[in-house]
Nanobody
Framework: QVQLVESGGGLVQPGGSLRLSCVAS????????MNWYRQAPGQQRELVAT???????NYPDSVKGRFTISRDNAKNTVYLQMNSLKPEDTAVYYC?????????WGQGTQVTVST
């Protein structure tokens, strides 16, 4: 069974920072590309960061320069450092990995950016 468990969400003020963590089990973590998605109410789920097994990263323009994805293979953990947070970043953030043809998702962690 593949299991992804996110943590680190919470309530922050605009301009603040959060660091999300996702601990993976049931996969050979080091050989898999890892992703972070987010979904706000009434919105489609959006890819916000990707990190490959070779540590290449990709971000959409909406978060580029503010978010940083990283991984620690020894801990089977992928992180999402989020800086300069904006109200529009408010969403449930999900860890994701594709194992062959199967997409695996974490339970999500809520990030709320508000005064």
């Amino acid at each position: 069974q593949v299991q992804l468990v996110e943590s680190g969400g919470g309530l922050v003020q605009p301009g603040g920072s959060l660091r999300l963590s996702c601990v993976a089990s049931g996969i050979i973590f080091s050989i898999n590309d890892m992703n972070w998605y987010r979904q706000a109410p009434g919105q489609q789920r959006e890819l916000v960061a990707t990190i490959t097994s070779g540590n290449s990263t990709n971000y959409p323009d909406s978060v580029k320069g503010r978010f940083t994805i990283s991984r620690d293979n020894a801990k089977n953990t992928v992180y999402l450092q989020m800086n300069s947070l904006k109200p529009e970043d408010t969403a449930v953030y999900y860890c994701h990995v594709r194992v062959r043809y199967i997409a695996c998702w974490g339970q999500g962690t809520q990030v709320t950016v508000s005064t």
